[in-house]
């Protein structure tokens, strides 16, 4: 996409939706949490459209994103993942899904949960949240972190103030109007 984001999205077969109903907009959904951060994961090296285009066949693969089932996947669910020409076929990026889920399901004990380990960190920069990442899980570098909490809304940036759907997650007050800096008059 040329432009940004948010002027060519709207319309779009597989963008539109995506940057409508979803890019940017708090989730305290487990599933939708985990879901956005293998989503992420493997569009590295990608592009987005790829993403979206198998995001039907992400979700089957990985038993709609439930920690727990991902979590317990063994070598038969590894050997399917890699097999399933509808998701991404990467033997790291599979085995950081896995991973991710057992540590999702430990910070449950610890935490309360993953929406709950986010909101214990936030606030935090970018710089901050992508330190954090690494040492919490596997195959989360600056880029992904970043869409990764941008497209959840812990950090600014996902839609244009001109944007129609700026206005509405505003009103939802993401967790990143707790950073912006104050606006003077």
Same mark, same amino acid.
């Given at each position: 996409?040329?432009?940004?984001?948010? %002027?060519? /999205?709207p319309g779009h077969p597989h963008h539109g939706p995506y940057h409508d109903? !979803?890019?940017?907009? $708090?989730?305290? @959904?487990?599933?939708?949490? *985990? !879901?956005?951060l293998v989503l992420e994961i493997n569009q590295a090296g990608l592009s987005w459209e790829t993403i979206l285009r198998k995001r039907a066949a992400f979700v089957a693969a990985y038993d709609g994103f439930d920690v727990d089932k991902v979590a317990a996947?063994?070598?038969? @669910? =590894? /050997?399917?993942l890699m097999a399933?020409?509808?998701? &991404? =076929?990467? =033997?790291?990026?599979? !085995?950081? %899904? &896995?991973e991710n889920a057992r540590r999702i399901q430990a910070m449950r004990s610890e935490?309360?949960? *993953?929406?709950?380990?986010?909101?214990? #960190? #936030? $606030?935090? @920069?970018?710089a901050a949240w992508v330190a954090l990442f690494r040492k919490t899980f596997r195959f989360t570098g600056g880029e992904i972190v970043g869409e990764f909490l941008m497209s959840l809304g812990y950090l600014p940036g996902a839609h244009e103030p001109g944007c129609p759907v700026y206005a509405r997650i505003l009103e939802l007050e993401p967790p990143w109007l707790? &950073? =912006? $800096?104050?606006?003077?008059?």
């Open positions: 996409m040329s432009a940004t984001y948010c %002027a060519a /999205a109903g !979803e890019y940017g907009f $708090p989730s305290t @959904d487990e599933r939708v949490l *985990f !879901e956005r996947y063994g070598e038969a @669910d =590894r /050997a399917r399933d020409a509808g998701i &991404i =076929r990467n =033997r790291l990026k599979i !085995e950081s %899904a &896995i935490w309360g949960g *993953f929406n709950a380990w986010l909101q214990a #960190h #936030h $606030p935090r @920069d970018k707790a &950073i =912006r $800096p104050a606006v003077t008059a």
